[in-house]
């Protein structure tokens, strides 16, 4: 039994440590966008702030709900990597990055009435407004690559190699932060805007390089027109769509919680707004880290359905929470003694640092919210269970925007001589009580699921 702990453990690592550090690079990236649009301009950096997180959530608009991409990919892919069906393996990675190149025709089509439609939705001031739009129009530019990336990623990750999966993603934030940093003393704001672009493409060309040089003459020997239609076409591609559909929709789901958020903070003016994404970012560093042992969970759940063995299923997904557990009781201690000194990090505004340390005892509970629901999302990926996914997202935006409702409601019970828009901080207190919610009913959906979605997904007459 200590033997196989100990493999166990090792295996968990040897998936999780790579995805870790390369995630810990992805809200790297945020935070420098936000801290080079703090630092542009003295005296505008609230502007400048909310023109990057109101412009990046314009792209959470689009790009979350294309997050199937990844997350079909990979769980398919890790079940046919425990069967060794090589075939199944090189037809979902054509089918993937099939759909990534129709869904990017559809998104460059579509972008400026997509974008005037969006505005009509976000309560922000002209010059935020103005400054989102600009940035929007040249980042758009980088979906064909975006998407293809999401593809590859997911893959990666099916085919129980996150150090690929790793390299591509260090390879995208790297030159991000550096384009971005250069480009931004050239041209200014909008420089930082194509520093993504750039970034974008250039991990996609080494993923396609990275794909070729270590998989093509095991996986992709006769690679040819004809095996390219036979793999998008057909059956399979129609059963691919179909669970697909049900994780765009848990997609969309988490994307109203995630817009819900930042639209509602918006409504309080741009300090407000400010402190809200600078706080959503040092809790995106969090689960971008937990998000490592998910990923571990996603390459081994569907390893072992596919192999059909129950008990390593049932020890590897235990001992990935007590990881992912020790991850959030460490960043509980993080956020509780460093969580001023990580805000400075963003932005020298006064104001807004002094508007951030008022709600950072919401930040620092937040890991022991958080970790469940992050947790499992790795292991009902692995079990391609998207019914239970796309429900426990469901109900999760029931009770975010049930919290908020009832919340504001109470306030204005309490308070019927107020303007609702003076409510300000203490609306801004119900709102993070309402994201609470939803990251809990999350986890506890799933929980109550596990049995019968993930262990059960083990055929008995596999393990005889």
Excluded at 96 to 123: N, T
Excluded at 248 to 253: D, H, N, V
Aim: hydrophobic content about 55%; glycine content about 10%; proline content about 3%.
């Amino acid at each position: 039994m200590k033997a196989s702990t100990l493999s166990i453990n090792r295996e968990i690592l040897r998936l999780a440590i790579p995805s870790i550090l390369a995630n810990i690079t992805i809200p790297l990236v945020g935070m420098v966008d936000l801290a080079i649009a703090g630092h542009i301009s003295p005296g505008s950096g609230a502007a400048l702030i909310g023109g990057i997180s109101i412009g990046t959530m314009l792209f959470d608009l689009i790009y979350w709900n294309f997050t199937f991409l990844r997350v079909g990919t990979g769980g398919v892919t890790a079940q046919a990597y425990g069967r060794g069906d090589s075939a199944e393996m090189e037809s979902n990675l054509l089918r993937g990055l099939f759909l990534a190149a129709v869904s990017s025709l559809v998104i460059l089509v579509f972008q400026y009435p997509f974008c005037s439609l969006a505005f009509l939705a976000v309560d922000c001031t002209p010059e935020v407004a103005a400054l989102a739009r600009k940035y929007f129009f040249v980042r758009v530019w980088a979906a064909p690559a975006t998407l293809s990336l999401f593809v590859f990623k997911g893959w990666f990750i099916g085919m129980q190699d996150t150090v690929s999966s790793m390299a591509a993603d260090l390879v995208v934030n790297v030159v991000n932060i550096a384009a971005s940093i250069l480009l931004s003393l050239k041209v200014g704001f909008i420089g930082i805007a194509w520093g993504t672009v750039i970034a974008q493409y250039t991990g996609l060309v080494f993923a396609v390089w990275r794909t070729a040089a270590k998989y093509g003459k095991e996986y992709f020997p006769a690679l040819s027109p004809s095996r390219i239609r036979e793999a998008i076409a057909g059956g399979k591609l129609r059963s691919f769509l179909s669970m697909n559909a049900e994780l765009l929709f848990r997609s969309m789901c988490l994307l109203a919680v995630y817009v819900g958020f930042t639209i509602i903070s918006a409504r309080y003016g741009e300090l407000l707004l400010a402190a809200c994404s600078i706080l959503m970012k040092l809790l995106m560093l969090f689960s971008y880290i937990t998000d490592g042992y998910a990923y571990a969970a996603e390459a081994m759940v569907g390893r072992f359905i596919g192999e059909g063995n129950r008990p390593l299923l049932r020890a590897s997904v235990l001992w990935i929470f007590v990881w992912s557990m020790g991850i959030a009781l460490l960043f509980v201690l993080v956020y509780a003694f460093w969580g001023e000194d990580m805000v400075s990090l963003f932005t020298s505004d006064g104001p807004v640092i002094l508007t951030c340390e008022r709600y950072l005892p919401w930040l620092v509970v937040m890991p022991l919210f958080g970790c469940a629901a992050f947790t499992f999302d790795g292991v009902f990926i692995g079990a391609t269970a998207s019914r239970s996914l796309m429900m426990s997202t469901v109900w999760c935006v029931v009770g975010f925007f049930a919290v908020w409702g009832g919340g504001i409601f109470l306030m204005g019970r309490m308070h019927p001589g107020m303007d609702p828009g003076q409510w300000g901080d203490r609306a801004v207190d119900v709102l993070f009580a309402a994201y609470f919610m939803h990251l809990f009913v999350r986890g506890v959906y799933l929980g109550g699921r596990y049995r019968r979605d993930v262990v059960g997904k083990v055929r008995t007459e596999a393990l005889q």
